[in-house]
C-alpha cells in the first residue's frame, strides 16, 4: 500500500481524520487510567479497542502520549509510522464506501454504516468524515459537471476561509453575545446571505469553543459544506450564462461587483472563476 497511491482523494482529510482517530482512542483508553495503558501490550490495547491489527503503530503512538518516555526523534518517527498505517485503514474505508450507490452511502445512517461495515467505536469519525467527503463528491457531480477529487478539496479548503472570514468578524463582539445569539441575528448583523448559514453557525461554534477550526470539521459539516458548493456552482451557472463576455482576467473585487455578491462570497466565487477560466 502507497498513501501516494491514493492522496488525489484522501490526503485532503487524511491527518485531520487521524488527529480525530488518535483523540478518540486516548480518550477510550483514559477510561483505564495511566498505569494500566503504559503497562499494556500494544496487542492487549489493540484487543481492548477492537481495533484493526494494522493501527497498532497508532495505538502504540497514542501509549507513547500517555507515558511521554520517547524523546523528540522517535516521537516524530512514531507519529509518521502511525499515520501511514492509518492511511492504509483509511484508504480501505474510503474505497469500501465510495463502492456504494449514492443512495445506499448518503442515506445510510452513521451507527448502521459502522454495523454493517463491522468498525469499532474508535473508527467512527473515520467512517463518518469518509461517507460526508464522499456523498459531496457525489453530490457537485449530479449537476454534470466533472468535479474532481482535487476540486473537492479546493471546495472544502474555499469554505474553511469563508468560516475563517466570518469568525475573525464575530470576534470583535462580546464571547457572551455571540454564544447566546440566534444564527439569524448573527447574520443579520454580519450581513451574510441565507445560504452562509451554516458557515455562520460554525463559526459561532469556533468562538463558544464547541470546535476547532480544521478540513475535518468543515466536512462534518455536510449541510453547510454542500450550501457552500451550490453557491460555487450558482455562480459557475452565471458564468456559463455570460459566455465569451466572461473575462477570466478579472479580479476578484471586479467579479463581485459584477455579479453582485457580498464580500462573504468572495472565496466561492474565486472558486468558481478558478473552475471555469481553467
Not at 503504559?38 to 493501527?55: M, S
Not at 503512538?61 to 523528540?72: H, I, L, P, R, T
Not at 457580498?262 to 478558478?274: L, Q
Request: with cysteine; charged share 25%.
Amino acid at each position: 500500500f502507497s498513501v501516494k497511491k491514493r492522496s488525489s482523494e484522501v490526503d485532503f482529510i487524511l491527518e485531520d481524520s487521524f488527529i480525530d482517530t488518535v483523540k478518540r482512542i486516548y480518550n477510550q483508553l483514559k477510561e483505564y487510567g495511566t498505569k494500566f495503558v503504559c503497562g499494556a501490550k500494544i496487542q492487549e490495547l489493540i484487543d481492548i479497542l477492537g481495533v484493526d491489527d494494522r493501527l497498532d503503530s497508532a495505538v502504540a503512538y497514542v501509549q507513547n502520549k500517555f507515558c511521554g518516555e520517547s524523546d523528540a526523534l522517535v516521537k516524530r518517527d512514531v507519529h509518521s509510522a502511525a499515520l501511514q498505517a492509518y492511511g492504509s485503514v483509511f484508504g480501505d474505508i474510503w474505497d469500501t464506501l465510495k463502492s456504494w450507490s449514492h443512495d445506499k452511502l448518503c442515506t445510510t445512517k452513521l451507527q448502521d454504516l459502522l454495523d454493517i461495515l463491522g468498525f469499532p467505536e474508535a473508527l467512527d469519525g473515520a467512517v463518518e468524515m469518509a461517507q460526508s467527503a464522499i456523498c459531496g463528491i457525489f453530490s457537485v457531480k449530479k449537476r454534470d459537471i466533472k468535479i474532481t477529487p482535487e476540486m473537492y478539496q479546493q471546495a472544502v479548503g474555499a469554505f474553511k476561509d469563508t468560516v475563517k472570514d466570518i469568525y475573525e468578524r464575530l470576534r470583535p463582539y462580546l464571547k457572551a453575545f455571540v454564544c447566546s445569539s440566534g444564527l439569524q441575528t448573527l447574520m443579520n448583523i454580519l450581513g451574510v446571505p441565507d445560504d452562509f448559514d451554516g458557515a455562520v453557525e460554525i463559526a459561532q461554534e469556533m468562538i463558544c469553543g464547541r470546535a476547532a477550526l480544521s478540513s475535518a470539521l468543515m466536512v462534518k459539516h455536510t449541510a453547510a459544506l454542500q450550501g457552500f458548493i451550490d453557491t460555487i456552482m450558482g455562480v459557475l451557472e452565471q458564468f456559463y450564462t455570460l459566455g465569451q463576455s466572461k473575462d477570466c482576467n478579472a479580479g476578484n473585487p471586479e467579479l463581485l461587483t459584477s455579479l453582485r455578491k457580498p464580500e462573504t462570497k468572495e472565496w466561492a466565487v474565486e472558486i468558481a472563476d478558478d473552475w471555469y477560466c481553467v
